[in-house]
C-alpha cells in the first residue's frame, strides 16, 4: 500500500486560546512537525534563522511571492509574514502532518490554495475567559489586552469559515490536544483520502 500523504493542519486562534500549549504538546507525537515561517522583520535577540523564523529581505521575499513560492503570506506592520511552498511540500510527501500556526486571513489563503487542508480554530471556553486569561498574564499593558480582545472579537466571525472548533478549558488542554488527534485520525480514514482502498486490498 503506498504511503499516505501527511495532512496540513491549520491551527487559528485568538490570543489566550492556548495555541502554543496545545501544539507543543502535539509535537511531542512525532508524526507532526511545525511549519517555519518566512519573515521581513528583523530576528529578535536569541531567535535563530531557520529555526524561529527564516529571515529574508524585503526583495527577496517579494521575489518568492512572485515565483509563487509561498503557500500562504500576509502583510502585518509593515513586515511580510508567510510559509514557504517547498518546506510545507517536502514534509507533507513525507507522510508527517505539518501544523501551520496562522491567523484567519493566513488560514483563509492556505484554503484557497490547498483546499484538502484541515482548519481547526482552537477557542477559550469564552470570551470572559479568554479576558481573565490576558489579564492573569500580567506581561502586557492595558492598550494591548484591549487590542488583543478587539482582534478576537473580529476573529470569531470568521470560526464559520473553519472545518472544526475546539475549545481549550482551563486546566484541560491535554483534553484540546487528544480532540485535534481524532481529527487527524478520522480525516486520515476519510475515504475522498483514501481513493485506491479497493485496489490496494486485492494488492
Not at 507525537?29 to 515561517?37: A, C, I, L, P
Not at 529571515?55 to 513560492?69: D, M, N, P, Q, V
Amino acid at each position: 500500500m503506498s504511503e499516505q500523504r501527511g495532512l496540513l493542519i491549520v491551527v487559528s486562534g485568538p490570543a489566550g486560546s492556548g495555541k502554543g500549549t496545545v501544539l507543543s504538546e502535539l509535537l511531542r507525537d512525532g508524526g507532526y512537525r511545525y511549519s517555519v515561517s518566512a519573515t521581513t522583520r528583523a530576528p529578535r535577540q536569541g531567535e535563530v534563522d531557520g529555526v524561529n523564523y527564516h529571515f529574508l529581505s524585503r526583495e527577496a521575499f517579494e521575489a518568492r511571492i512572485a515565483g509563487k513560492e509561498m503557500l500562504e503570506y500576509t502583510e502585518y506592520c509593515g513586515n511580510y509574514y508567510g510559509t514557504p511552498r517547498k518546506e510545507a511540500e517536502e514534509v507533507l510527501a513525507s507522510g508527517q502532518n505539518l501544523l501551520l500556526e496562522i491567523e484567519v486571513e493566513g488560514a483563509a489563503n492556505v484554503k484557497r490554495e490547498y483546499p484538502e487542508a484541515v482548519s481547526i480554530m482552537l477557542l477559550p471556553p469564552s470570551f470572559a475567559v479568554q479576558e481573565k486569561r490576558l489579564r492573569g498574564r500580567g506581561t502586557e499593558t492595558e492598550e494591548k489586552i484591549r487590542e488583543r480582545l478587539l482582534r478576537a472579537r473580529e476573529e470569531i466571525l470568521h470560526a464559520d469559515e473553519y472545518d472544526y472548533v475546539i475549545y481549550n478549558h482551563d486546566g484541560k488542554s491535554a483534553e484540546a490536544v487528544e480532540d485535534i488527534r481524532a481529527i487527524v485520525r478520522a480525516e486520515r480514514a476519510a475515504l475522498r483520502r483514501n481513493p485506491d482502498v479497493v485496489k490496494n486490498y486485492f494488492a
